[in-house]
């Protein structure tokens, strides 16, 4: 991994952890999820009309992608409405870097050197570890399920995306395409569940929410490239690293308690993302 994609990968974590940060607007997980999928799909139909058509073999690649990300829209969404920020939000996402390991290891031959196997194994230990409060604080578990099927689909999708947009050799169409179809599906899906109450009313959610939609679709666009440079593995473990600025943000901004737990998570997921990067 150079220096380059390294750098780009961090930023695109920083951008990861202020949209999260962007969607605590006081509104319902699901509401809130709604926008963030609208304006990712209505960014992806203007890329996506932009640029040249998909060659047909992309095309499988694209649908897959897009189904998943709107499973881990849907299972993210559910977990939030059973459990707290700071504890779904690392579970999901601390488990995906290691699920993803696993599966590029035996399916796909992606492999990494051991140094940077290291890495990725004390970066998501340092996630899980942040998320450990589930077991010990007494919140509800049933959060549980929701928040292990996000890191599943989290894991699906960046292996899809990584694979497809080498595929297509075009990763911003592709990703438009993707958003476009992800964010449609979710919409649908959660008028038909849901009703009219899966969409806000208060402008100020719709122009929080907007915001949120273009940091994250910079930050994945940068992630998806990143894929065509660098082992998926090692993008994917590094993004992680938005645990940590997230971490950051809630005690710096929100005066969120830094307990040892959270400061310990945070020092491993620094060791795992400097691991990374000597092993590079």
Known sequence: MTVTVFLAVLAAAFLHAVWNALLRVGTSRVAAMMVLSLGQSVIGLVIAMSRDWPAEGVWP????????????????????????LSRVYPLARGSAPLITLIVGWLWFSEAISPA???????????????ASGVWTSGESRRMLPY??????????????DGL??????????FLGWVMLISGTVFAVLML?????????????????????????????AVVVWAMTQAPIAMVAALRESSILFAVLIGWLVFREKMTPAKALSAAMIAAGVLLMRLAS
């Not at 497809?164 to 169409?173: E, I, M, Q």
């Not at 038909?192 to 122009?207: D, E, K, M």
């Open 192 to 220: 038909g569940l849901r009703g009219r109450s899966s969409v806000p009313t208060a402008p100020r959610v719709w122009a929080l929410g907007s915001l949120a939609a273009i940091a994250s679709y910079a930050a994945y």
């Open 116 to 130: 940077a196997t290291a890495g990725v194994l004390v970066l998501g230990g340092g996630i899980l570890l942040l």
């Open 61 to 84: 690649w694209i649908i897959a992608s897009g189904l998943i990300h709107t499973g881990y829209q849907v299972f993210l969404s559910l977990a939030y409405e059973h459990g707290d």
């Open 164 to 173: 497809g947009a080498r595929v297509s050799g075009d990763p911003v169409t």
């Open 147 to 160: 928040a292990f099927g996000s890191a599943c689909a989290t894991a699906g999708y960046t292996l899809a």
